[in-house]
């Protein structure tokens, strides 16, 4: 029996505020029989006056909620605990003082700092003989490797890692002499060993060799003359045999690289080359940092690179670059998103440069495969297509629509070729007249249902926009053709394009500084198993333009061939161009000197090309 | 002693049938061949890209039957062998994939959790000591809310106030920069996944507020004349928190999954991201890595609570 503490009985004492009661001692309680008996019990643990710490009725409800405890205690445990230490971020490497350059009027640049530029995709690898580069792998791959030759920025070829380069009279082979005492990020020398051992890796690649086989013989295809000196000897003549070099197949990498690479492809994260950066870390997805390279053979040529560093951050959501850039988390980017053009214009600490003379937009048709074997559909396609409803909808007044591979402003213009489309009432005459033939295919099914032809267009993706885009082209394709979607990632599209798996796609391409050297999209001898002419469509008479725009009599009969080759793509109806890319590079305010480029022999080139950037001249406003 | 048992094999058999749906679906529905070797995985008209593609059955076991490679995949996982990733840029192992990106994640759904915890407690707290009242009613309305939300719209909502319009928090994760800023930069992801689960949390735990308060032992303690507070902290909490942290614990697999979205809309490169790019790349190795860490650890915390509850309360084993 519990024995109260004290005989007298003690009354609470009532605040009549909020009718609650204090207790100087738990003695009696007059509310219930039950808070009496816990009471009493309390009390005797009772450790201060006034105040009851209630303990639970018992010890073993304690020890279910420690159990408890412990078990979710044990469900943290279960996951791996605490982050992975980052990359190691090499220090910023000491800056010489700056050289006097073409900065802007009373601002001399200043040496030092980390630019950090956000790019439209992260790549899986930056081999130039292996690695399918677009343009962000090729503005980072231009940070770590020099071109054997590059652009002006008046669209002439110089040297630029090689010193020199002399073509024979027939223009079939062309010696080339490397420029004496560069070396590698690791070390190696630069020697004709080392630029033949890459373009017989290269030559052997499956994808990139496609780029190389068909224009070398077996044998013989580089000769070696001395330590510095080699020759080329191409297939067929061609004038701007150089041209080729500028861009992927003239970035000439380690030897020993290679050979690492050749061991373990994941190393083609982390390139090896002669130029102005060299690589410091990655972290997939994330970032991918280079560091000056203080042994550049150009610093004592060309001049200082000021930048300590470059950081390439990929990210994919052209919106989000805006706005890391609007915030100062990127100081470059680059995007082919018009949506945000207006953006940057507003925007006075941006600077904004488009470059709307590179690629175009276009449908692209495969010719081998029914229906679009036959000219008369896929000119029906193309008179069903709402190219200026497409233009006025995505582009938004930006930019302009395309007719052909090339702008109005281009010498190689061609008047008389306009793209058709918005015509459906032509499309469903030629739909009409085809599917009146019951065609059908290989396999037996029928190529027209309801008098319709049966087609599937195929995009790349996830996106919204390109869904969007699916759907409009849509609205002016359903009255001739009945269209199924086919939505890929990246990787699968382009295999697919490669392999000839497709019926339509969007597509990015031509705009080469050198439009020859758009020919391997184009000849016959690049249609195969794995086929760089993506659409498949092989035309004699273009192998033969082609021929002479690359071997020209004059600079004459090649503007009038390249007119011709314009019809022609007009006439195969395996495009459908739409609008001309504007790429648009967006800078912030400090950073300077991007466009002050110049060459070996003081030549000032090219500072943009379809999205891609160069870092050499480049340097920070502090 | 067969409770146990049982209970164990049951997980067992749980995880090799999520194990052989993943296997199977993958393997029928993708061709990691064009992962392995590119477009050359089609060119089957060529005698030497046929000869590439027969090596690289050779090599990963493409050219056994299902179930043989399934029974290979098994056999190296529970070794702790992950297989490598379906890549042409070399074949770096799973494992070392899996290393470098779960800690993110663990990273963000732990600050989740302790968002989820420290907001859902006070608020509970708050409700339950005013059930039934105006402001009661209003904390429903918003828990509700949070809870019908999708996530993405949560992440895109904070992402446009705090990030972009207020300037007051970073807009993405940077992975190599330094461990402060990487916390801070996962605060905005982290309250993407913890907000719709705080409101979870509350309701749970205000549920068992409200009928803890309504003890004897409560009314004792307002009758002694404790402040409102002390009597919600100390005295209704602690009864109340037993279902409330069997939740949170098994909460904290289910989060892993739901890191997915925050992940992605915040370029946080974690296994969340790692899963939705592996699945559009047809990496089998690497999502079936994954799918089997998320779905183990869903299981051995069952299996563990469900442990702790035979301590407990032995008659859970009858």
Redesign the interface.
């Known amino acids: 029996m519990i024995v109260p503490r004290t005989e007298e009985p003690i009354v609470?004492?009532q605040?009549k505020k909020d009718n609650?009661?204090?207790?100087p001692k738990?003695v009696t309680?007059v509310?219930?029989e039950?808070?009496l008996r816990?009471?009493q019990f309390a009390t005797r643990h009772h450790k201060q006056g006034?105040?009851?710490?209630?303990y639970?009725q018992s010890s073993r409800?304690t020890?279910?909620?420690l159990?408890?405890?412990?078990?979710?205690?044990?469900?943290?445990a279960?996951?791996?605990?605490?982050?992975?230490s980052?990359?190691e971020?090499s220090a910023p490497t000491e800056s010489e003082a700056p050289a006097t350059s073409d900065a802007p009027v009373d601002e001399a640049p200043v040496a030092g700092g980390t630019l950090r530029v956000g790019l439209e995709a992260d790549v899986?690898?930056l081999?130039p003989t292996?690695?399918?580069l677009a343009v962000s792998g090729l503005t980072m791959a231009a940070a770590v490797f020099d071109p054997l030759f590059t652009f002006t920025a008046d669209d002439k070829v110089v040297p630029y890692l090689a010193e020199s380069i002399e073509p024979s009279a027939d223009f079939m082979v062309w010696t080339m002499t490397l420029r004496a005492g560069v070396v590698f990020h690791d070390g190696e020398p630069l020697t004709t060993d080392a630029v033949m051992k890459q373009f017989e890796i290269t030559r052997n690649d499956?994808?990139v060799g496609l780029a190389v086989r068909p224009y070398y013989p077996e044998t013989g295809a580089v000769v070696k003359i001395d330590d510095l000196t080699m020759e080329f000897h191409p297939l067929e003549a061609s004038q701007f045999f150089p041209s080729a070099l500028t861009a992927q197949l003239g970035y000439i990498a380690s030897p020993s690289w290679l050979d690492a690479v050749a061991a373990?492809?994941?190393?083609?994260?982390a390139p090896v080359g002669t130029g102005p950066f060299k690589f410091d870390?990655r972290?997939?997805?994330?970032?991918t940092?280079f560091v000056r390279n203080d042994a550049w053979w150009g610093t004592d040529i060309i001049g200082p690179v000021y930048l300590d560093a470059v950081e390439f951050?990929p990210?994919p959501d052209p919106s989000?670059r805006t706005?890391?850039l609007q915030?100062g988390?990127l100081d470059v980017i680059h995007t082919t998103d018009t949506d945000q053009f207006p953006t940057y214009r507003d925007d006075p600490t941006l600077t904004l440069d488009i470059d709307e003379d590179g690629e175009e937009y276009f449908l692209m048709i495969n010719t081998a495969k029914a229906p679009f074997d036959d000219i008369r559909v896929r000119q029906a396609l193309a008179l069903a297509t709402d190219r200026q409803g497409y233009y006025d909808l995505f582009n938004a007044g930006e930019g302009s629509m395309a007719d052909q591979m090339f702008v109005p402003e281009s010498p190689f213009y061609n008047p008389d070729v306009k793209q058709d489309g918005n015509d459906p009432a032509a499309a469903a005459v030629l739909v009409a007249e085809y599917c009146g033939e019951n065609p059908t295919a290989e396999d037996g099914s029928a190529l027209c249902t309801d008098g319709k032809v049966n087609m599937e267009y195929q995009w790349s993706g996830?996106s919204v926009l390109a869904t969007r885009i699916a759907d409009f082209y849509n609205e002016g394709w359903s009255e001739s053709f009945n269209v199924t979607f086919d939505e890929k990632?990246q990787?699968?599209h382009?295999?697919?394009a490669?392999?000839g798996?497709y019926n339509v796609v969007g597509w990015r391409q031509f705009g080469a500084e050198n439009p020859g050297d758009d020919r391997v999209w184009l000849e016959c001898r690049n249609i195969?198993?794995?086929s760089l002419n993506w659409p498949r469509y092989c035309d004699e008479e273009r192998d033969a333009l082609i021929k002479e725009i690359a071997n020209p009599a004059t600079p004459e009969a090649r503007t009038a061939s390249l007119q011709q080759l314009v019809q022609n793509l007009h006439d195969s109806y395996a495009y459908i161009f739409m609008t001309y890319s504007s790429w648009a590079v967006v800078q912030s305010e400090k950073v300077q000197g991007s466009c002050d480029r110049v060459g070996p022999d003081g030549d000032s080139l090219v500072c943009r090309t379809n999205g891609r950037m160069y870092f050499t001249s480049t340097w920070l406003r502090s | 002693m067969r409770y146990y048992v049982q209970r164990v094999a049951l997980a067992i058999l749980l995880l090799l049938a999520v194990s052989m749906l993943t296997f199977g679906a993958l393997n029928v529905l993708g061709d990691p061949l064009?992962?392995i070797?590119?477009?050359?995985?089609?060119?089957?008209?060529?005698p030497?890209?046929v000869e590439?593609i027969n090596a690289a059955k050779r090599e990963f076991n493409l050219d056994r039957s299902l179930p043989v490679r399934y029974g290979l995949w098994v056999s190296d996982f529970v070794q702790g062998d992950f297989g490598v990733t379906f890549?042409?840029?070399?074949?770096?192992p799973v494992s070392g994939v899996i290393?470098?990106r779960?800690?993110?994640t663990?990273?963000l759904?732990?600050m989740a959790?302790f968002f989820a915890i420290f907001v859902s407690i006070p608020w509970a707290l708050i409700t339950a000591s005013r059930a039934g009242k105006v402001s009661d009613r209003i904390s429903t309305i918003n828990a509700f809310f949070l809870v019908a939300m999708p996530n993405f719209a949560i992440a895109v909502i904070l992402k446009f106030v705090f990030?972009?319009k207020l300037?007051w928090m970073?807009?993405?994760?940077?992975?190599?920069?330094?461990?402060r800023s990487?916390i801070f930069q996962m605060v905005l992801p982290a309250l993407t996944i913890g907000l719709p689960v705080a409101a979870v949390y509350q309701r749970l735990l205000r549920t068992d507020l409200i009928t803890t308060l309504q003890q004897?032992?409560i009314?004792?303690?307002?009758?002694?004349?404790?402040s409102k507070w002390r009597i919600l902290f100390?005295?209704a909490l602690?009864?109340s928190?037993?279902s409330f942290?069997?939740v949170?614990?098994?909460n904290?697999?289910a989060l892993?999954g739901g890191s997915i979205v925050s992940e992605t809309v915040f370029?946080i490169?974690g296994i969340g991201?790692t899963l939705v790019?592996s699945v559009?790349?047809?990496d089998f190795p690497v999502v079936l890595a994954i799918v089997m860490i998320v779905a183990s650890?869903f299981v051995?915390?069952n299996l563990?609570?469900d442990f702790?509850y035979t301590?407990?309360?032995p008659r859970v084993r009858r």
Not at chain 1, 20 to 23: R, V
Not at chain 1, 50 to 54: D, M, P, Q, S
Not at chain 2, 87 to 92: E, N, R, V
Not at chain 2, 170 to 179: C, F, G, R, V
């Open positions: 609470p004492q605040n609650s009661y204090k207790w738990c309680i509310t219930s039950t808070a816990v009471c006034g105040n009851l710490k209630i639970g409800r020890r279910r909620i159990g408890v405890t412990l078990v979710s205690l044990l469900s943290f279960a996951a791996c605990g605490g982050d992975s980052s990359d971020t899986d690898g081999d292996a690695s399918a499956p994808l373990d492809a994941t190393l083609a994260q870390s972290t997939e997805d994330s970032m940092k951050y990210v989000t706005e890391l915030n988390d996830p990632s990787a699968d382009i295999q697919e490669a392999l798996i195969g198993g794995i | 064009f992962n070797l590119g477009p050359v995985a089609g060119d089957v008209n060529n030497e890209s590439m890549s042409s840029t070399g074949q770096p290393s470098e779960l800690p993110r663990i990273t759904v732990l959790q990030s972009i300037g970073p807009l993405t994760y940077t992975a190599d920069d330094p461990l990487r004897d032992f009314l004792l303690a307002r009758t002694k004349g404790l100390v005295h602690r009864p928190l037993f942290i069997t949170v614990g098994l904290t697999g892993i370029r490169p991201s790019e559009l790349r047809n650890s051995i915390i563990l609570v702790a301590l407990i309360d």
